[in-house]
């Protein structure tokens, strides 16, 4: 069953078992096993408290046996996976195992997916205004270059729901450090907003995909707000410290 708009490029699509995940079109049409967990049907609290039981449970639900996660850092690090289990440190996972899950979590920031349109490998990051503007995107796509050996035009990236630019107001300081990693052209996803400045997660990164390599037609955004929707997606910057997590995983094969 699709919910929204059935021509939409990310949908949101209810299970047999009532709960509800979101998906991108373009990682079904690679014939690719993934989603995005939202509070119909899923405890954000677990995924928070417990984020190795929360992933594989995940993981069981798209029919698959293993999965892989991380202690998140808001930096800039990824790890290349082949095994099950906690990866490390990091804010990145790489891996060309197939029925593998990676799996990551949040309550407003962008979760990533990406995958080497060929088939052979798949990824997902996790990026903060901190990630964001300490270059997590651009370091994502050359580890994911130089391990498999494969183009940067050849990869497809799809950016999970977070919070929006009609949502998200940060400081000055979020401003200079994402000019100081990027140049000017950082200005053009900031705007005041009756006062107070507001920033674009969602199309930040996806410029700094194409700067590295990533064509346009590759880089998907899913256009959906955390705070607005709070029907669907737990959000820190709504709910403060009670805030769940809510999960975006991607497998191979």
């Known amino acids: 069953m699709m919910l929204f708009n059935d021509s939409s490029e990310f949908y949101f699509h209810k299970l047999l078992d009532g709960s509800t995940i979101g998906r991108f079109g373009v990682l079904d049409s690679l014939g690719l096993t993934h989603g995005v967990t939202t509070l119909q049907g899923f405890d954000t609290a677990l995924a928070l408290s417990a984020p190795g039981d929360a992933a594989m449970s995940f993981a069981s639900v798209l029919g698959l046996e293993s999965a892989a996660w991380l202690k998140q850092t808001h930096g800039a690090e990824s790890i290349v996976v082949d095994s099950p289990g906690l990866a490390g440190d990091a804010d990145g996972l790489i891996t060309d195992t197939p029925g593998l899950a990676l799996v990551g979590r949040s309550a407003d920031c962008p979760l990533v997916l990406v995958a080497d349109s060929s088939g052979g490998a798949v990824g997902m990051f996790h990026a903060g205004w901190r990630g964001v503007t300490g ?119």
């Open 135 to 253: 270059g997590m995107a651009k370091e994502f796509v050359r580890e994911f270059v130089a391990r498999f050996d494969v183009a940067p035009a050849r990869l497809v990236a799809c950016i999970c729901p977070s919070v929006g630019m009609c949502c998200y107001e940060v400081g000055k300081d979020v401003q200079d450090s994402a000019v100081a990693e990027m140049g000017k052209r950082a200005l053009k996803f900031f705007a005041y907003r009756q006062g107070k400045l507001h920033f674009d997660m969602q199309g930040c990164i996806g410029d700094q995909l194409l700067r590295v390599g990533l064509v346009k037609q590759n880089v998907h955004q899913a256009g959906v707000c955390t705070i607005c929707h709070e029907d669907l997606f737990c959000s820190y910057r709504r709910q403060g410290e009670v805030a769940g997590r809510f999960q975006a995983a991607i497998a191979k094969g």
